[in-house]
């Protein structure tokens, strides 16, 4: 059984060498990619014996937004929705200051849970906040945008 090296991008950026096997990998799985389909891929395991795998849409479109951070030398994190996040991740995660996320909570806008005086929230919970979030911000933007419409076509 050999050892698997843990080194990931946690903590650092992709080299250029990363950057361009992502990109490399990523150009394949697109050309073998069509639109809500399965995408098969045949590879050569150490054995020499050609395997095909078959990804499904969902797993192909993670994989290739993954690989296009990669290649494009992005920093990134993977947070799975069962995580128990500090506040201050959480609030890295929005982007806001720690205090202000401390308002959310104590708001009742995110729910959280308390592990001794620590403040624990579910990733789940966090994203969706920020959804409903977003959605809002989207819907604001978009009325904004209507009212301005509006008062270029009456001529102010």
């Known amino acids: ?8 991008f946690g903590g650092r950026l992709p080299t250029k060498i990363e950057s361009a096997t992502a990109d490399q990998l990523r150009q394949i799985i697109a050309s073998q990619t069509q639109e809500g389909e399965d995408t098969k891929l045949t590879v050569m ?13 969902a797993l192909t479109e993670s994989l290739m937004a993954l690989l296009r951070l990669v290649s494009s030398r992005q920093g990134f994190q993977m947070v799975p929705l069962s995580a128990d996040l500090t506040t201050q991740q959480a609030a890295d995660l929005l982007n806001v200051s720690r205090p202000y ?9 995110i729910k959280f849970t308390t592990v001794g005086r620590h403040r624990r929230i579910k990733a789940e919970d966090l994203f969706a906040y920020k959804a409903a979030r ?7 933007l ?5 009212m301005d419409a509006e008062l270029l076509l009456k001529g102010y």
Not at 1 to 8: L, P, Q
Not at 101 to 109: M, S, V
């Open 142 to 146: 978009s009325e904004l945008a209507k």
């Open 45 to 57: 395991p150490g054995d020499g014996k050609p395997e095909t795998i078959t990804l499904s849409p």
């Open 101 to 109: 996320l401390i308002k959310l909570l104590e708001a009742g806008d």
């Open 1 to 8: 059984m050999s050892a698997i090296r843990k080194d990931d």
């Open 134 to 140: 977003d959605a809002e911000r989207r819907e604001a």
